[in-house]
């Protein structure tokens, strides 16, 4: 069998007639690190608009991240561990919806 050849980052085809592999994804959005970094993001305080800019991606993405990733812990765990289980009632919930505090808006063409 033929050495594969790499063709626009995939390997060509004709190796592999049923299937062709993406080496390096095209979009870095979906890249395992920065999902995780717009999650660290998120809890230091940078807005959806500021993280998908500092990032290079779309704003999109870093709100579909923020819906489908990890659950997000609003109590510091250090606290946590010094109160005796005896003492604190936690009640843990998933919130069915949760806003957004960025508003986007459409102002439209500049007219010169």
Known sequence: MARPQLVNN????R?????????????????PAIKAQIVDMRLNGSGIRDTA????ISPTTVINTLKKGPALTSVPQPLLNTLHPDEVDVMIRRADEAE????????????A
């Open 10 to 13: 995939a390997i060509s085809a």
């Open 53 to 56: 800019r500092v990032l290079k």
């Open 15 to 31: 190796a592999c007639p049923r299937y062709s592999f993406q080496l390096d994804l095209v979009y870095t959005g979906r890249v």
């Open 100 to 111: 957004v505090d960025e508003m986007w808006s459409f102002v439209g063409k500049k007219h």
